[in-house]
């Protein structure tokens, strides 16, 4: 499975982005889809996820602001960034797996989010 994720930049605190990551390849082997962020000196965390049958999971930092989709004929991952925060700066990674949950097998390039006034 290949992961191409975009739509990061850098936006004003209270602004909106949307990331996108479009899969290829073995798309049969994937279940859940989501994304992870990692600021600099931090571990990598948790954002949010859906599954296949479209159940989604929000890490609680970004609920009521983030919003996850995803369009299963177009392989792709959304993910609607809103109200951002300069906390929320990070490179962002999409993830996805065979299972319900994530962490999943396989990773994008990440994409870098700066939120910055």
């Known amino acids: 499975v290949q992961l191409q994720a975009s739509g990061g930049g850098v936006v004003q605190p209270g602004g909106s982005l949307r990331l996108s990551c479009a899969a290829s390849g073995s798309i049969f082997r994937i279940n859940a889809m989501g994304w992870y962020r990692q600021a600099p000196g931090k571990q990598r965390e948790f954002v949010a996820a859906a599954t296949s049958g479209g159940s989604t999971n929000y890490a609680d930092s970004v609920k009521g602001r983030f919003t996850i989709s995803r369009d299963n004929a177009k392989n792709t991952v959304y993910l609607q960034m809103s109200s951002l925060k300069p906390e929320d700066t990070a490179v962002y990674f999409c993830?996805?797996?065979?299972?319900?949950?994530?962490?999943?097998?396989?990773w994008g390039q990440g994409t870098q989010v700066t939120v910055s006034s």
């Open positions: 993830n996805v797996g065979p299972r319900a949950w994530l962490p999943g097998d396989y």
